[in-house]
């Protein structure tokens, strides 16, 4: 989640000497959302490959929240000269069974599904009542003082992401319907990645 980077993370990372850079990726956060654009995991790795070139960094620490730890980490395995480290949030890479995902992803990663998903997105009262469960769902073992915070910050900032409108909706349902077949495909280079000795912090 670039957004929570951006207001939380930034300020003690660059108060310790480090240069940050955030960005949405298209469809998500403050970025573009143009109709019919289309979103991947592949187009995700391009954008980041885009910022670095047109930046012109070095070397880099690419830090993979959520839906953008396959970016972190395949830009890591394709341009290892470029890397000092990765730092992974909440990500995922491969296939585990042991993984448990969120009702919500669970539900539009779900191939044949599509056409409810499709039918969610285009009822606001429908897509509401999902996105309510889910946000429920995410606090119910938070503590006191995480729920103030995701009360005062947090929840706001994710729930503006996908209500406003245009919003990231058609963007997360594109890319969770790829996810089976990303984990599947990152399952199969995974040994690339260790091949590299790069360090991986997880968060």
């Not at 296939?95 to 191939?111: G, Q, V």
């Not at 349902?173 to 590299?196: C, D, G, P, Y």
Request: aromatic share 12%.
């Amino acid at each position: 989640m670039i957004g929570y980077l951006r207001s939380v993370g930034k300020p003690y990372l660059t108060a310790g000497g480090r240069r940050v850079v955030v960005f949405d990726f298209l469809g998500f956060g403050a970025s573009d959302k143009t109709a019919g654009a289309k979103y991947s995991f592949e187009q995700q790795l391009c954008d980041l490959y885009v910022v670095v070139q047109e930046l012109n960094l070095d070397k880099i620490i690419p830090v993979g929240h959520g839906s953008s730890g396959p970016a972190a980490v395949n830009y890591t395995i394709e341009h290892p000269e470029h890397i000092d480290c990765v730092c992974l949030m909440n990500a995922f890479y491969v296939d585990s069974p042991t993984a448990k995902y969120p009702e919500l992803i669970e539900l539009f990663a779900t191939t044949n599904l599509k056409a409810l998903t499709q039918a969610i997105l285009r009822s606001p009262e429908q897509y509401a009542c999902a996105l309510n469960f889910q946000w429920s769902k995410l606090q119910e073992y938070l503590k006191e003082d995480q729920k103030e915070f995701y009360a005062r910050f947090l929840g706001p900032l994710i729930d503006a992401n996908f209500r406003n409108q245009p919003g990231s909706g058609p963007a997360f349902a594109k890319m969770t319907s790829q996810l089976f077949e990303e984990l599947a495909k990152n399952t199969k280079r995974i040994n690339k990645m260790w091949a590299n000795d790069i360090p991986v912090k997880l968060i």
